[in-house]
């Protein structure tokens, strides 16, 4: 079948008969186990060894490797990001986390992209890696009203400078004790353990066994899934619906990241344009937070009467360019996306020979 024709439901790929059964991974995730600690620490000498040995150019960027290696390399990269970010004693705890975020960010979208060759098990990860971020995110709602907050000063309306210190101290309190609560050392552990488990499982994945025709339909996916929740009224747009579009966003971001090298120039402008709108988006989703805080008996509620216009103003300003944004980065029905980046895998493949 050519690269540039459309299937729906390619055949799944066998997993190998040793690869770790999903019933495992919830007590390994949460105990730790002397045997899997003994494999991990071969596999994860090697692994590491050979990622500090290549130059990681994204799954479709090595042209004397195969597509395989070039997803293989990907998980690697993002492993040792994650463990990186656990280890490095100059980050601060929120620091940290923020940086664990991302790396479990790009995994789950890496194991979606991977959902139908991998079946079950990328879906027990996919899964456990979210809820890995919301165990570690109690700080998250009030760094993102701290965020919305210094975002407010943007606005042309005017605030008190006092009452702008004095709401950003509350903010800042509430966002280390719930740091402290969440980024224990326990937590550490879990997630070193969860690396661990990616670890092992990544050198057991059959992922030579995976053509870029069952990547594109992944990515089709994705594309599809964002664009159906752009919505038709920005302004009319509810919190949580935009906020769900932010994920599919993300999603989609990372996994183009991958195949950037098919086309270095036009990737590039791609990944900038969806890291825009996640940004617009992550934007309009703090100020909600933000907005929560002023509810009747929350932190922020005397301050609700002035601070809701100048939520309102940024969240128009951010909307306005959001939809600006969407309409570009998905213009494209998803059939005529695959075709293109069918097209672009077969123009490199031509290139090789």
């Known amino acids: 079948m050519s690269l540039t024709s459309y299937r729906a439901a390619p055949p799944r790929v ?22 899997w600690k003994a494999e991990i620490g071969t596999f994860h000498k090697n692994v ?17 490797n195969s597509f395989g290696d070039g997803l293989a390399a990907a998980a690697r990269s993002i492993i040792s990001d994650g463990r990186q970010a656990l280890a490095d004693p100059e980050l601060s705890d929120p620091e940290a986390v923020h940086e664990v975020r991302k790396a479990l960010k790009r ?8 959902a139908r060759p991998l079946g079950e098990q990328a879906d027990q990860m996919r899964s456990e890696a979210r809820e890995l971020m919301r165990a570690i995110a109690g700080a998250r709602d009030a760094q993102a009203a701290l965020d919305a907050l210094s975002d407010l000063r943007k606005s042309d309306l005017p605030f008190s400078p006092k009452s702008t210190e004095t709401i950003r101290s509350r903010l800042t309190e509430l966002r280390d004790k719930a740091e402290a609560r969440s980024f224990t050392r326990t937590m ?59 994920r599919r966003v993300v999603e989609h971001r990372h996994q183009m990241d991958l195949v950037e090298p098919l086309w270095p120039r036009l990737g590039k402008v791609w990944a900038e344009e969806a890291q825009r709108l996640r940004n617009q ?48 980065l998905f213009a494209e029905k998803p059939k005529a996306f695959r075709r293109r ?12 020979h």
Not at 196 to 216: C, G, H, M, N, Q
Not at 341 to 352: D, E, F, G, T, Y
């Open 48 to 64: 590491m060894q050979r990622r500090q040995n290549s130059r990681v150019m994204g799954v479709a960027g090595a042209r004397n």
């Open 14 to 35: 066998k997993m190998r008969s040793a690869r770790i059964r999903p019933a495992h991974f919830w007590r390994y995730v949460a105990t730790g186990n002397a045997h």
């Open 188 to 246: 550490r552990d879990r997630l070193s353990r969860y690396f661990d488990y990616a670890t092992l499982s990544l050198e057991r994945w059959p992922l030579k066994a995976i053509d870029f025709d069952t990547v594109t339909d992944g990515l089709t996916s994705t594309y599809r899934r964002a664009r159906q929740l752009v919505p038709d009224s920005w302004s009319d747009a509810e919190a949580e619906h935009l906020h769900d579009l932010r």
């Open 341 to 352: 980046i069918a097209a672009l895998w077969s123009a490199r493949n031509s290139r090789k």
């Open 107 to 114: 995994w789950r979208a890496l194991l979606r992209l991977l």
């Open 281 to 328: 988006l992550g934007s309009c989703q703090d100020l909600a937070v933000l907005a929560n805080f002023t509810e009747r008996n929350e932190p922020l509620a005397p301050w609700r009467s002035r601070l809701t216009p100048l939520i309102n103003a940024r969240r128009e300003a951010h909307l306005k360019s959001a939809a600006r944004l969407a309409g570009r």
